[in-house]
C-alpha cells in the first residue's frame, strides 16, 4: 500500500470512529480495524513478506497508522462513554418531590366483620374483659344440654341446627347455632370471678335479607359473687354508647326467654333513617341487637358452681347486625359474596385500627 493509500485508509478508519454513535458500534469499528482480521492487522502480518530494505520505513508508516487509530479509537470511547453514564443518570433520576404511590399494605382492605369485632373487643377490653374462645364445631353438651337445653326441649328446633353425622358413640358433633358454648368451657376451664368476651364464628340453616347460614355473635359473661342487672344494664349502655360514638342511645330492655338465663331480656336500640342514612340514638325505629340475662342457676350447676354462692349475667350480641347499623350496609349476604368492589367500598384502611383513645372510626 502506498503511502497515500495508507493515509486515506487513516483518515476513513478515522471518521468511522469519530462517526460511532454507541459504545457498541465503536466496538464493530474497532474489530474491522484492529480485531484479528482487520485491515490493520492484516498489513501489519504482510510487512513478513516483504524485502528488508523496504520493511524498515512500510513497519515504521503502519504502527504510526496503527497507533492513530488506537489513539481515536480510546478518545472515542471515553467520550461515548461519558454520554452513556450521562444518559443513565438522567434516566434513573429519582424525583424525590413525587407523592409516595399507595403500596400493597395501603390498597388492601379489612373486612367490616373484623373491623366491628375489633372495635367491639377495643371497648370491653377497656371494662375490663378477658377475651375467650372456642372452636366453630361443638359437642351437643356444650352447644345445649349445659346451656339448659336438654334434648326435648323446643328451642333446639329453633336454632336450625347444622348436625354432623352420629359417631360411633352415639354423640352429634354440631356446628355451634351460639357463642354461648364459650360461657361453658370458660366456666369449666377456670374459677370465677369470671369477666370475659367471645366473639366468633356460629351457624344456622336459615338465609334471607337478614340471615346467612355463617353469621357472628360476640358471647359475654360475667360470674362473681355480687353481680346483678344493674351491673348487666350499665355495661350494655355503656357499650352502646362507645361503639355508636355518641353521647347517648336509646335502648329498650323487653322481657324475654333463654333457657340458660332467668331473668331474660331482648335488647333494641333506636335509631331514625332519614333518606339512606341511619342515625342512632333518634327516632322511632327499633332494631333488635342483642339477648341477654342473668345466668340460669342450672347452667351454673351444670358446671359444677354453686348457685347460691355465684350468680352473673351473660348477654349475647350480633356482631353483623350492629355492623351493618354503625356503617350502613344494607344487604347481610353481601358481607360474605366476596366481592372486591364492595369490600374496596365498605371496607377499612388495615392501619386503622381502632382504639378508643384514638377513635373507633
Ligand atoms: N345465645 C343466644 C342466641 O344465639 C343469645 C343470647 C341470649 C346469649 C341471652 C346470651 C344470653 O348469653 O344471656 O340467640
Excluded at 262 to 276: L, N
Excluded at 330 to 346: I, K, M, S, V
Aim: charged residues 25%.
Amino acid at each position: 500500500m502506498s503511502a497515500p493509500e495508507l493515509d486515506s485508509l487513516k483518515s476513513e478508519l478515522i471518521d468511522a470512529i469519530e462517526r460511532a454513535a454507541t459504545l457498541g458500534a465503536l466496538e464493530e469499528v474497532r474489530v474491522a480495524a484492529l480485531g484479528k482480521k482487520g485491515r490493520v492487522s492484516e498489513l501489519m502480518q504482510g510487512l513478513g513478506a516483504l524485502p528488508p530494505e523496504e520493511r524498515r520505513s512500510y513497519g515504521q508508516a503502519v504502527n504510526s497508522l496503527k497507533e492513530s487509530v488506537a489513539a481515536a479509537l480510546e478518545a472515542r470511547r471515553a467520550v461515548l462513554a461519558r454520554e452513556a453514564t450521562a444518559e443513565k443518570l438522567a434516566l434513573e433520576r429519582a424525583d424525590v418531590t413525587l407523592p409516595v404511590r399507595e403500596g400493597p399494605l395501603a390498597e388492601g382492605r379489612i373486612h367490616p366483620v373484623s373491623q366491628v369485632t375489633d372495635e367491639i373487643t377495643e371497648i370491653f377490653a377497656d371494662m375490663g374483659f378477658a377475651i375467650a374462645e372456642g372452636p366453630d364445631i361443638e359437642t351437643d353438651f356444650n352447644n345445649f344440654t349445659a346451656l339448659n337445653i336438654p334434648p326435648e326441649h323446643p328451642a333446639r328446633q329453633d336454632h336450625d341446627t347444622f348436625y354432623f353425622a352420629e359417631a360411633p358413640d352415639g354423640s352429634r358433633p354440631v356446628l355451634r347455632t351460639h357463642t354461648s358454648p364459650v360461657q361453658i368451657r370458660t366456666m369449666l376451664r377456670e374459677k370465677p370471678p369470671l369477666r370475659i368476651i367471645a366473639p366468633g364464628r356460629v351457624y344456622r340453616c336459615d338465609s334471607d335479607q337478614t340471615h346467612t347460614p355463617m353469621f357472628h355473635q360476640v358471647e359475654g359473661l360475667v360470674i362473681d359473687e355480687e353481680t346483678h342487672l344493674g351491673h348487666l344494664k350499665w355495661v350494655l349502655e355503656e357499650f352502646c354508647k362507645a361503639f355508636f360514638e355518641v353521647p347517648e342511645v336509646k335502648m329498650r330492655f323487653r322481657a324475654s326467654h333463654f333457657p340458660f338465663t332467668e331473668p331474660s331480656m331482648e335488647v333494641d336500640i333506636g335509631y331514625a333513617k332519614v333518606g339512606e342514612e341511619i342515625r342512632i340514638g333518634e327516632g322511632d325505629r327499633w332494631l333488635e341487637i342483642l339477648g341477654c340475662g342473668m345466668v340460669h342457676p342450672n347452667v351454673l350447676k351444670n358446671v359444677g358452681l354453686d348457685p347460691d354462692r355465684y350468680q352473673g349475667f351473660a348477654f349475647g350480641l350480633g356482631i353483623d347486625r350492629i355492623a351493618m347499623l354503625k356503617y350502613g350496609m344494607p344487604d347481610l349476604r353481601a358481607f360474605f359474596a366476596g366481592d372486591l368492589r364492595w369490600l374496596t367500598h365498605y371496607g377499612f384502611p388495615p392501619l386503622a385500627i381502632p382504639t378508643l383513645a384514638g377513635g373507633l372510626s
